[in-house]
């Protein structure tokens, strides 16, 4: 299929677009555009107006703050420029592998860290990188900004007007880790898990093998307190209801949870190596 008709606009800043995005009936975000032209060249999506972001400087860069105890990730940060930053290495290991994993070169040069969270029906890498990280999702609207956790933008998307502008992640040292499983043919995951070990125990989400990007509470409370065994970890997902794994491109629920819990042991196998 070919595009269908729409208008462009590009913003000269930030407030601009919050304008043309809750004034047009259809609007949409375009950064990378590694999800939403596809989709709309392929009937997915529709919009009336893209509204390009991809010049806004705000939106870009990497920095830990004054304390350096949290990472403020601009949303137009590429993928690529997420995977080799040495804060981002040091600091949220599992969002640095994460970003790795996704797609090819290509995708990665221009996929951005706020498309990527934003790609509603895509089992992309980052969501569930950022539930594990404790990260938050820094909106911008006509109100004014706001932040909401990654988990709860996970289930929810961004709201209609408006925009990611930042991914907030608590900086933790390299106890975290990342393993995908990827289909062959497009790069999403079939199951992708990653985790991050704290005081109070590890944090675990997966994708892919689920509905969405989710935290395993449930897991989490059975490992709590080690040890981080391959047996252990299998048992502890064992435990969950098959349900919550949905089995499509021919694999089952049961493989799901299963492929997800060895992802999951080994993640945190890494996690527990990287500070020994």
């Known amino acids: 299929m070919i595009l269908t008709a729409f208008d462009y606009v590009r913003p000269v800043g930030l407030d601009e677009a919050l304008t043309l995005l809750s004034g047009t009936r259809g609007a949409r975000v375009l950064a990378g555009g590694q999800s939403l ?30 304390d350096g105890r949290r990472l403020r990730i601009g949303a137009l940060t590429t993928l690529a420029e997420l995977a080799a930053h040495p804060l ?27 498309g990527n969270l934003a790609a509603g029906g895509r089992a992309t890498d980052l969501p ?3 539930i594990a990280a404790d990260a ?25 007007a408006t925009v990611v502008t930042a991914l907030l992640v608590p900086a933790a040292g390299r106890a975290a880790a990342f393993e995908k499983t990827a289909d062959r043919a497009t790069r999403y995951p079939v199951a992708a898990t990653a985790v991050r070990i704290t005081p109070d125990g590890p944090r675990i989400a997966v994708t892919g093998a689920t509905p969405r990007a989710l ?62």
């Open 37 to 66: 032209l596809p989709d709309l060249r392929a009937g997915a999506e529709r919009a009336r107006l893209l509204v390009d972001v991809r010049h806004l400087e705000e939106l870009r860069g990497i920095d830990s703050g004054s």
């Open 88 to 114: 981002v290495l040091a600091g949220a290991p599992e969002l640095a592998a994460a970003a790795r994993a996704n797609g090819d070169p290509q995708v990665r040069n221009l996929g951005t860290v706020g």
């Open 128 to 130: 569930v990188a950022a």
């Open 136 to 160: 938050a999702v820094e909106l911008a609207g006509r109100g004014g900004r706001r932040t909401v956790t990654a988990e709860e933008f996970a289930a929810t998307g961004a709201p209609a």
């Open 215 to 276: 935290r395993l509470r449930r897991v989490e409370d059975r490992l709590r307190g080690g040890p981080y065994t391959t047996d252990a970890v299998l048992a502890a997902f064992r435990a969950e209801p098959r349900e919550l794994f949905v089995p499509g491109r021919g694999t089952s629920a049961e493989y799901l949870g299963h492929l997800a819990g060895v992802l999951t042991a080994r993640a945190l196998q890494r996690a527990e190596q990287a500070t020994a």
